[in-house]
């Protein structure tokens, strides 16, 4: 079968022939019907040959959809011919993370050799792909594997980090997405839908920006140095209730602590490699920072039946399998308006 492939450090993704898998007990094999491509991809293949964690070639893809080809001994929570999406953060299934669904912080999927398909595992970007339980599998229940696939890591990544605010996100308060790219176009919509915020979004381009009013934002200005003292502006003085950074550079790291309001949030999804230091008057009083990492199984079927009520819907543009790498130059370019999406 053809996968998208990353074979060594230094070198753009390749597509190459590979064996198809066979699922043994208690395994699912989906024909995939469409991967997402995530920035994060571009991140590590970034990193240096002597840092990277994962054995490469590695087929890449996190964001996976497919309809169920063939099932291993004793599965029996899906059947052939089913469509679903993937919930890509495995864990152990069974450790108290695991336990109620948060296998994003499962705590010994390292310790076991638990990896993520595309994140360590073999990925998405093929034309099947292996996965190791069915409970990893959620039923799309009519909804188009284009438009749904970018919501298990695009959709859910926000939504779990808007989650964790939406207690100060009451009537009169604001919100500040910066970068309005893959994610950060679903963090406005998912923003308006689950709260009264205002929301304000950042981002360096013209086109993202217009994007975000498109699906949503109250206002969208540049990022810049100028950025902060334009929300304080905005909001007569007082900063955000909540910022979602999506770029996590130093840059905007520094930028979303300066937004912030007294009591505010500080969300830090980007990979960009900047922290924000925490001490006595750096920030406005009492601003809480965090870091969070994807999402938990059962957001995953929340975001689900958000699309499928209409409250939130992926801006997608699509790529044969044979030109993922190009779906990933032009993401790297900034030149993908929303999510790019393969089909193999
Ligand atoms: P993307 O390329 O689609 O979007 C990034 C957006 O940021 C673009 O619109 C770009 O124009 C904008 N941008 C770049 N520099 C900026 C700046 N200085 N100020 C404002 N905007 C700027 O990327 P994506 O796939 O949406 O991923 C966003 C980030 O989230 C990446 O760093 C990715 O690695 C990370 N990520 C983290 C998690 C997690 O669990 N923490 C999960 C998925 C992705
Ligand atoms: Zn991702
Ligand atoms: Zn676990």
Same mark, same amino acid.
């Given at each position: 079968?053809?996968?998208?492939?990353?074979?060594?450090?230094?070198?753009?993704?390749?597509?190459?022939?590979?064996?198809?898998?066979?699922?043994?007990?208690?395994?699912?094999?989906?024909?995939?019907?469409?991967?997402?491509?995530?920035?994060?991809?571009?991140?590590?293949?970034?990193?240096?040959?002597?840092?990277?964690?994962?054995?490469?070639?590695?087929?890449?893809?996190?964001?996976?959809?497919?309809?169920?080809?063939?099932?291993?001994?004793?599965?029996?929570?899906?059947?052939?011919?089913?469509?679903?999406?993937?919930?890509?953060?495995?864990?152990? @299934?069974?450790? $108290? #993370?695991?336990?109620? &669904?948060?296998?994003?912080?499962?705590?010994? +999927? /390292?310790? !076991? %050799?638990?990896?993520?398909?595309?994140?360590?595992?073999?990925?998405?970007?093929?034309?099947?792909?292996?996965?190791?339980?069915?409970?990893?599998?959620?039923?799309?229940?009519?909804?188009?594997?284009?438009?749904?696939?970018?919501?298990?890591?695009?959709?859910?990544?926000?939504?779990?980090?808007?989650? @964790?605010?939406? $207690? #100060?996100?009451?009537? &009169?308060?604001?919100?500040?997405?910066?970068? +309005? /790219?893959? !994610? %950060?176009?679903?963090?406005?919509?998912?923003?308006?839908?689950?709260?009264?915020?205002?929301?304000?979004?950042?981002?360096?381009?013209?086109?993202?920006?217009?994007?975000?009013?498109?699906?949503?934002?109250?206002?969208?200005?540049?990022?810049?140095?100028?950025?902060?003292?334009?929300?304080?502006?905005?909001?007569?003085?007082?900063?955000?209730?909540?910022?979602?950074?999506?770029?996590?550079?130093?840059?905007?790291?520094?930028?979303?602590?300066?937004?912030?309001?007294?009591?505010?949030?500080?969300?830090?999804?980007?990979?960009?490699?900047?922290?924000?230091?925490?001490?006595?008057?750096?920030?406005?009083?009492?601003?809480?920072?965090?870091?969070?990492?994807?999402?938990?199984?059962?957001?995953?079927?929340?975001?689900?039946?958000?699309?499928?009520?209409?409250?939130?819907?992926?801006?997608?543009?699509?790529?044969?399998?044979?030109?993922?790498?190009?779906?990933?130059?032009?993401?790297?370019?900034?030149?993908?308006?929303?999510?790019?999406?393969?089909?193999?």
């Amino acid at each position: 079968m053809k996968a998208v492939q990353f074979r060594a450090s230094g070198r753009a993704p390749e597509v190459v022939d590979i064996p198809r898998p066979e699922p043994g007990p208690g395994q699912v094999l989906l024909r995939v019907t469409a991967a997402g491509v995530c920035h994060s991809d571009i991140t590590i293949m970034g990193w240096p040959a002597e840092q990277f964690p994962f054995p490469l070639p590695m087929t890449l893809g996190h964001e996976g959809a497919g309809t169920v080809a063939e099932v291993g001994d004793g599965v029996t929570g899906v059947r052939v011919g089913e469509a679903v999406a993937v919930y890509g953060a495995w864990g152990c @299934g069974r450790c $108290p #993370k695991c336990a109620v &669904g948060k296998e994003n912080y499962c705590l010994y +999927a /390292g310790e !076991l %050799g638990i990896m993520s398909p595309g994140l360590g595992g073999p990925g998405a970007m093929a034309e099947y792909l292996l996965v190791d339980s069915d409970r990893h599998l959620v039923p799309l229940d009519g909804l188009d594997p284009v438009h749904a696939v970018p919501l298990t890591d695009a959709g859910l990544t926000p939504y779990h980090a808007i989650k @964790g605010s939406l $207690p #100060k996100l009451v009537p &009169g308060s604001t919100a500040v997405v910066i970068g +309005a /790219g893959g !994610l %950060g176009h679903l963090a406005v919509q998912l923003l308006r839908a689950l709260s009264p915020a205002r929301v304000i979004a950042l981002d360096v381009s013209e086109d993202k920006l217009a994007l975000a009013s498109e699906v949503g934002a109250h206002e969208a200005i540049p990022s810049d140095e100028q950025s902060a003292q334009a929300v304080r502006r905005l909001t007569d003085g007082r900063g955000a209730e909540a910022v979602f950074d999506f770029v996590g550079a130093q840059s905007t790291v520094t930028l979303a602590g300066a937004c912030a309001a007294a009591e505010g949030d500080v969300v830090v999804v980007g990979l960009g490699g900047g922290s924000l230091g925490v001490g006595f008057g750096t920030l406005a009083h009492e601003v809480s920072v965090r870091a969070p990492y994807w999402g938990s199984r059962s957001e995953l079927i929340e975001v689900l039946d958000l699309a499928r009520a209409g409250a939130i819907s992926v801006h997608t543009e699509t790529y044969p399998l044979d030109q993922a790498p190009l779906a990933y130059e032009r993401l790297h370019e900034g030149a993908v308006r929303g999510r790019a999406v393969i089909l193999p």
